[in-house]
């Protein structure tokens, strides 16, 4: 087991960095950083202009002074699929030996193009009395997880895993002490990508990868408003959700909900298609991504969706260790740190 272990998440805006350590059994985190992403550099969690990736990269790296050469990278596009899958059970050895045999009829990625990985939910048995396992299923499309992996090792890392976004915010936050309210929901509201995990016990129950994230909200204003995308921005980080004083406002407002629907939606989605009269109950939700901090979205969140709402603070779980961040800053920039402390936090198990 690794005593320290550092996570790269190349998202659609952002660059976030974390490294975190582990002594006399308490994790800490010990360095973490960010870096702007050109527009257009990366869209939708897929990687478009790789040398403006590699650049950004470096230049994080030097700033928050990661030594370390070996680092957990995420995903999350639309190029990557999780899915549900029952197969009759076997050993975990073989089946993972067997799976790139088994999943075609599954995923809608050519298995020879495919990067598969997989987690074991369930077991159970079926109807005809045969021994089952239900599975969290992903596959990646290989280039695709290439590209992140080269632009990686282009800045001078090398790195040692790939992992799903929705599983390094799962493993960041992931907390049942709520369960006896029903399972907890995370949403993760990137600028490109918003991850959503419904889990029992850190077991993942529902994944879902929706392209949507705060710069819908940004590219609204920027085309209704005739405006920079930058002044947009400044614009948003400004404005409420619930606001519907002025044209910006509404857009804002309007966006919001929408973005909120598709929360919504895929809730809805998982509730109904999870065995049993009205589905599993949801216990609350926590909230985080750079998204996370538009004024009004966790009230505005909460009341849709009717459970609690809170916002995601990985420093309480994993404090920062020789940081010049005071405690307010911290709380205002950890929920956007989740993804990256998440996948280093793989690293050690
Ligand atoms: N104070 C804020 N108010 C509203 N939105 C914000 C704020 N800070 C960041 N965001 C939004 O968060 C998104 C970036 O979140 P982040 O998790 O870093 O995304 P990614 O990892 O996809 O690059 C952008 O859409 C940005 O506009
Ligand atoms: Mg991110």
């Not at 870096?35 to 040398?51: H, R, S």
């Not at 957990?72 to 197969?87: E, I, K």
């Not at 409420?240 to 919504?264: K, P």
Request: aromatic residues 4%.
């Amino acid at each position: 087991m690794a005593s320290s272990a550092v996570g790269v998440d190349i998202g659609t805006r952002t660059i976030t960095v974390a490294e975190v350590a582990t002594s006399r059994g308490s994790t800490v985190v010990t360095n973490f950083g960010g870096a702007m992403l050109p527009m257009d550099a990366v869209q939708g969690g897929e990687i478009m202009d790789p040398l403006e990736v590699v650049s950004a990269l470096k230049d994080l790296l030097d700033d928050a002074k990661i030594k370390a050469k070996k680092v957990w990278l995420g995903v999350a596009n639309q190029r990557v699929v999780v899915r549900q899958v029952d197969l009759p059970w076997m050993e975990e050895s073989e089946l993972r030996g067997s799976l790139r045999y088994q999943v075609q009829e599954h995923i809608p990625i050519p298995v020879e193009e495919a990067e598969l990985d997989v987690h074991i939910v369930d077991e159970f048995t079926s109807d005809e009395g045969d021994r089952m396992q239900r599975l969290m299923l992903v596959a990646g499309h290989r280039d695709m997880i290439n590209a992140h992996v080269s632009a990686a090792t282009e800045a001078g890392l090398k790195p040692i895993g790939v992992d799903l976004n929705p599983f390094a915010i799962l493993r960041a936050m992931g907390d049942d002490s709520m369960l006896d309210q029903g399972r907890q929901v995370l949403v993760d509201v990137g600028a490109g990508v918003t991850n959503i995990v419904v889990h029992q016990q850190g077991v993942p129950t529902f994944v879902r990868m929706l392209v949507n994230g705060g710069d819908d909200i940004t590219r609204a204003l920027s085309s209704g408003l005739s405006m920079s995308p930058e002044d947009a921005e400044a614009f948003k980080r400004s404005a409420a959700v619930g606001n519907t004083d002025d044209a910006g406002a509404r857009i804002v407002t309007e966006q919001a909900d929408a973005f909120i629907d598709e929360v919504r939606g895929s809730l809805d989605y998982y509730q109904h298609h999870q065995g049993g009269a009205g589905g599993p109950q949801l216990g609350g939700v926590v909230l985080s991504g750079g998204g996370a901090s538009l004024v009004g979205l966790r009230e505005r969140l909460e009341a849709a969706l009717r459970l609690p709402v809170e916002l995601g603070d990985p420093f309480a779980r994993y404090p920062a260790k020789n940081t010049v961040y005071g405690a307010e800053d911290l709380q205002r920039v950890g929920p956007s740190l989740v993804t990256a402390i998440g996948l280093a936090l793989g690293g050690l198990e």
